[in-house]
Each structure stands twice: as structure tokens, then as C-alpha cells.
């Protein structure tokens, strides 16, 4: 499914609390961002007091082990996230917390559990980030209609999926399993955004299940389909997927979802890392080989998220929309090199040069996205 280009009139996009994450050099650093410093054991936050309005944490992983950093307003609704920080690197999260109240900060080593937590107490008044040609509220609109439009999509394909795992024609679950995928990959920095394991419910791999814990979700169905053959359970892990989706549905279309035009960028960003970081190695399908109609997916998803902000970037830095244009053309290019009919080759034809070079096309595109949440909070 080739990647869609959403014109700006018609999808202003801006996910909601999609989780964000920019690169920002030593030199960038504002004596008012606040330093994280997370090791596989312990999660040091320079200061545990902030105002109403923007901050910024700048999140250095001392640690073994590929960690992650979340903000948590009450009931765990992730505020911002910034994901996959490899050992030895800085990564940035610009998160908007515009209302005083406690709010909890978590390291996650290894990027599961709850993480190690901290309480962050915020005071001041109530700020809304001023938008006085409606260019924020424009491109919220805009992104919900987009959401929506994914999360129907989704709907209806894994309702189709789940059919024919229940009608036991594997070869049409295995046919269907990337397509319906691809719908959740382009939106999935909203599903992160809801508490009570949703996202983990639907998208878990089986290296990540922590030991007593049920394996639920999409992977697990995978492992059924083409490694171990239909279990006992496999007809209720298609019905418990079904029913996660529609709470996911319930959850988007809910009166109180709302938009953070700030972590928009933050979702862009993280949907192109999690493609480098994780699934470029083959390690996402692992059972399918699927995963290049994934990397489309995150790519589309990332091009919508820039697109509901191209207004707020052709505004303060008409450059980096041209050359982020650029990036996403290179890689789209590049994609289009291992289509296959409607779909694509499997991901283990791949060779590694051929994955290297996949890699630096993303390596670059992501590089300029990386600018992009700055951008948005300086509106």
C-alpha cells in the first residue's frame, strides 16, 4: 500500500497524545531543560518542580539496556514519551503540561514494566499555547478526522482477519495479518497514549512478555499462523484482539480525546525510530517476515503527523519542510523497491546491505523530523 499523500487543506493532522521525542545536540541545550539520567536500575530527574506550559527533558541513557522516558498526568495518560534511547545517547521530550497538579515521570530499562517513577509537581496557572491564527486547532481537527478514518479501517479489517482465523483458512488470516497491521502501525503512538497495557494488549512480541504475564494481541496470532500451527486458545486470542480494537475505537471517538499539537511531532519522530531501532533488524514480524508493509505503515503515519503541523512549519522554518519533503520522497523511493504486487517481498529476502541502505534513507528522514517538535513549541 503505497504511501498516501495527505494534502494540507484536507488533513491538517495532529495526533493526540502522541509521544515525542527530538535529538538535540549538547549545544542546544537550554540551562531550562531539565537533565533525566537513567541507568538499568535507577532514573535520577535533575528537578521534580516545573511550571504550566512547555518542558523540556533532555534524557541521557548510562545503562546496558535500551531504555524509555514517559510523563504521566493522573490515571497514567502518557503526556509524552520519547522511546527506543540506545545506551550512551541524549534523546529530548518537549511535553505540554498546561494544567498545575502532580504528575509522575518514569524510566523504563528495557522499555517494559512500569518503569522507575518520580513524582513531577507543576504549578502556576491553567496556560493554553496561544494560536492566534488557528493553525493548532486547525491541524487537532484535522488529525482526529484522520485517526478516526485509520481506527475504522481497522475495524473492518480485523473483524475480516479474525473470520478467517476463526474459520480456520490460514492462508487467508496470513494474506490479511500485514494489511490489518498497517492501519494500528500508522496510528500507534495513540494507542500508547491510553493507559491499562492497550497497546501492549494488541502489539506485544513474545521477547518483550514478561514471565507470568499472558501474551495477547497480534504477534501472539502471528506465532499460531506460521510457526506452531491453530492452538486451543487461538480462536479467543482472535476474539480478544477484536474486542481491544474496539476499545481502542471507543476510546478515540470518546467526547474527552483530545489533541496536543506539541506531541504531534513527538509521533512522527517515534514512529521513524521505532522502524530504526527495532524493526529495520527484522525483529518486529518475526514469524511473517512482514515487516516492510510495517515500515510503509510507520512511514505513512509519520507523513500525516508532519503534514497536520506543515502549516506551523511553513510558518517559523519554511526550509525544513522543503527538505523534510526531500527525505520522505528518498524513502518512499526506496520502499518502492521491494513491492510486490499489492504488497511487498518478505522482510528475510532482504539483504543486510539492502537493510543498510533502507536504514540511512530513514536515518536521514528522521534526522529532519527530529526539528520538528521544537518548531511546534515555538508557535
Known amino acids: 500500500m503505497r504511501r498516501t499523500t495527505y494534502a494540507l487543506t484536507a488533513v491538517a493532522v495532529l495526533p493526540l497524545a502522541l509521544a515525542g521525542c527530538t535529538e538535540k545536540s549538547s549545544s542546544e541545550t537550554s540551562a531550562a531543560d531539565i537533565a533525566v539520567t537513567a541507568t538499568d536500575t535507577t532514573c535520577e530527574v535533575a528537578s521534580t518542580e516545573g511550571f504550566t506550559g512547555n518542558t523540556t527533558f533532555q534524557i541521557t541513557n548510562n545503562g546496558s539496556k535500551v531504555t524509555e522516558f514517559y510523563v504521566y498526568s493522573e490515571g497514567d495518560r502518557v503526556m509524552g514519551e520519547v522511546e527506543n534511547i540506545g545506551p550512551g545517547l541524549t534523546r529530548q521530550l518537549i511535553v505540554a503540561l ?143 484482539l477484536q474486542a481491544d480494537i474496539a476499545e481502542l475505537a471507543d476510546k478515540i471517538k470518546a467526547e474527552d480525546f483530545t489533541i496536543d499539537p506539541i506531541q504531534v511531532a513527538g509521533g512522527a519522530q517515534g514512529l521513524l525510530d521505532e522502524v530504526a531501532k527495532t524493526k529495520i533488524s527484522g525483529e518486529e514480524d518475526f514469524f511473517s517476515h512482514t515487516d516492510l508493509w510495517d515500515f510503509q505503515a510507520n512511514v505513512d503515519g509519520s507523513q500525516a503527523a508532519v503534514a497536520a503541523v506543515r502549516p506551523i512549519i511553513d510558518q517559523n522554518d519554511a526550509e525544513l519542510g522543503s527538505a523534510i519533503d526531500t527525505r520522505f520522497a528518498e524513502l518512499d523511493a526506496e520502499l518502492a523497491e521491494y513491492r510486490q504486487g499489492d504488497g511487498f517481498v518478505f522482510y528475510d529476502t532482504v539483504t543486510e546491505p539492502q537493510r543498510q541502505e533502507l536504514s540511512t534513507k530513514i536515518d536521514a528522514l528522521s534526522a529532519e523530523v527530529s526539528q520538528v517538535q521544537g518548531v511546534v513549541a515555538g508557535q
Open 98 to 240: 498546561p494544567d498545575p497538579g502532580t504528575y509522575q515521570t518514569a524510566c523504563k530499562a528495557g522499555m517494559v514494566g512500569d518503569g522507575i517513577r518520580t513524582n513531577f509537581v507543576v504549578t502556576g496557572e491553567a496556560v493554553r499555547q496561544a494560536d492566534e491564527d488557528g493553525l493548532l486547532a486547525e491541524a487537532a481537527t484535522g488529525y482526529k478526522r484522520y485517526v478516526i478514518s485509520q481506527v475504522d479501517a481497522l475495524q473492518d479489517t480485523v473483524a475480516q482477519f479474525v473470520a478467517a482465523v476463526k474459520s480456520g483458512d490460514i492462508e487467508s488470516a496470513k494474506a490479511q495479518f500485514p494489511i490489518t497491521r498497517s492501519y494500528y502501525e500508522r496510528i500507534e503512538p495513540v494507542a500508547e497514549s491510553f493507559p491499562d497495557d492497550l497497546d501492549p494488549r494488541i502489539d506485544l512480541r513474545e521477547p518483550d512478555v514478561e514471565p507470568g504475564a499472558e501474551w495477547t494481541g497480534f504477534h501472539r496470532i502471528e506465532k499460531d499462523l506460521w510457526e506452531q500451527g491453530l492452538q486451543p486458545d487461538t480462536n479467543a486470542m482472535a476474539d480478544r
